[in-house]
């Protein structure tokens, strides 16, 4: 089946402009996962949906990120007057919560950030 | 507070040798256990886990031990190729912890030299 996809996979932007990611978890998911991850590093998390509870924003780097889950489904990140520490890859997952879940994160291909 | 800590950093072997990663986990409570492969450019992917019911678990040339006591895990790779090499990350699931329950290591990266 179709699995965790993002978009778009490479982004390149001026310093100052805002940027959306866009991520379509896999069908049914009920948790959906934003991190960045900059060159040769780990997973940094930065939000956490879960159904219709408050999302966890508590590893939000600053008020220029923010992101939302519409529907239950499609998440959009959003950074505003990007700066060039922004430059990442932003990763994407989901999980099927809940009863009959499991607790295996799959990931999207992710979104190459590059910040001029 | 919750963390995990993996080691080592980064870690090289021969082709056919065996490779070990360790990961110290602090909750007590944490129940699953899953460890993730990342290629160059890829996104990283589910390649095992435990859950706490369980001391050992074996999928091939990759297995994950469990001591719920000592609260570490390790990955064993044993007779490594190549296609080995990666970035290999644990993570502790911790139902109510912070970061949606699943705290990940720094992460490995393996190298693997024919």
């Known amino acids: 089946g179709a699995g965790v996809s993002q978009s778009p996979s490479n982004k390149v932007t001026e310093k100052g402009k805002d940027v959306e990611l866009r991520c379509d978890p896999i069908?049914?998911?009920?948790?959906l996962y934003w991190y960045r991850q900059s060159l040769g590093q780990g997973l940094e998390f930065l939000i956490y949906?879960?159904?219709?509870?408050?999302?966890?924003k508590s590893g939000l780097p600053s008020d220029r990120f923010s992101a939302e889950r519409t529907g239950g489904s499609v998440s959009t990140l959003t950074i505003q007057r990007t700066q060039q520490e922004d430059s990442a890859v932003y990763l994407c997952a989901s999980k099927l919560s809940g009863r009959g879940g499991t607790d295996t994160q799959y990931f999207g291909p992710g979104t190459r950030l590059t910040v001029l | 507070g919750e963390n995990v800590e993996q080691h080592p950093s980064t870690l090289s072997v021969q082709e056919g040798d065996s490779a070990v990663i360790k990961c110290t986990y602090s909750?007590?409570?944490?129940?699953?256990f899953p460890w993730y492969k990342q290629e160059l450019g890829k996104r990283p992917q589910l390649i095992i886990d435990?859950?706490?019911?369980?001391g050992e678990k074996k999928d091939q040339r990759i297995a994950v031990t469990l001591n719920k006591t000592a609260k570490h895990f390790s990955l064993h790779i044993t007779e490594t190729q190549p296609e080995d090499s990666a970035v290999y990350f644990c993570a502790e699931f911790l139902r109510g912890g912070s970061q949606g329950n699943l705290i990940f290591g720094k992460g490995t990266k393996l190298s693997v030299k024919p």
């Open positions: 435990i859950r706490s019911n369980v």
């Open positions: 069908s049914g998911h009920t948790a």
């Open positions: 909750d007590s409570a944490s129940n699953y």
């Open positions: 949906f879960q159904g219709n509870s408050a999302p966890d």
